[in-house]
């Protein structure tokens, strides 16, 4: 069921999260953080619960507080490594490049902001065969999600304040990180905690064609 927000009427450009957002990743990630979880005896269902949304160190951290900086470094990279190789399963999600067309089509900005290096993020919207005209990556901001800098960047550059920004996410970190951008917060993919919530991108298409054509 979709809801939505009278902000929708005026927006001005789209921000997309990129895993299970924009991109369906969700077997490599999920199968790449279950062994990661097995090797450090940490219950799979919480790692699972955890790492969507969030860069490879915090999640790391976040479950082994007490890890040194040099066995940070070598397990952040290992996991990296298998994340920008394991490409099979990556793809387009449901209604995405159909959404994309669209939106070039009506001149409207859009990019991705990842919580992620952009080695990873090129590796991911390759194997999905997208090429966003602006790509915001854990290197160019601050403070990754929950922090909204990535947000407030992604806007600036599509040459938008926040507010009639729409931000496109799918997990608990990304929707507070767009709402404290003070952005208009979209959820796909079951999420309900937003300003606007549909099932997935083909609903978001159909409501933004409704928009424009009033």
Request: net charge negative; glycine share 6%.
């Amino acid at each position: 069921m979709t809801r939505t927000d009278p902000r929708l009427a005026d927006f001005q450009a789209v921000l997309f999260y990129m895993d299970g957002t924009l991109v369906d990743s969700t077997v490599a990630v999920e199968s790449i953080w279950s062994a990661w979880a097995e090797r450090n005896s940490i219950p799979t269902a919480d790692a699972l619960a955890w790492c969507h949304g969030r860069n490879v160190a915090a999640t790391i951290t976040h479950f082994l507080p007490h890890i040194a900086p040099e066995t940070l470094q070598s397990m952040v990279s290992a996991q990296l490594d298998q994340e920008c190789t394991q490409l099979d399963s990556v793809e387009p999600a449901v209604g995405g490049p159909e959404l994309l067309i669209w939106l070039d089509a009506h001149r409207i900005p859009w990019g991705v902001v990842i919580n992620a290096p952009r080695r990873l993020a090129l590796a991911r919207l390759g194997a999905a065969t997208i090429d966003p005209p602006l790509l915001v990556t854990l290197e160019d901001v601050e403070h990754g999600k929950p922090a909204p800098d990535g947000y407030l960047h992604g806007a600036r550059s599509c040459g938008v304040a926040p507010t009639p920004a729409l931000v496109v996410e799918d997990s608990a970190s990304g929707l507070a990180a767009a709402r404290s951008a003070g952005t208009v917060v979209v959820a796909v993919g079951g999420r309900r905690d937003a300003d606007v919530v549909c099932h997935d991108l083909v609903d978001l298409h159909r409501l933004l064609v409704q928009i424009r054509s009033k």
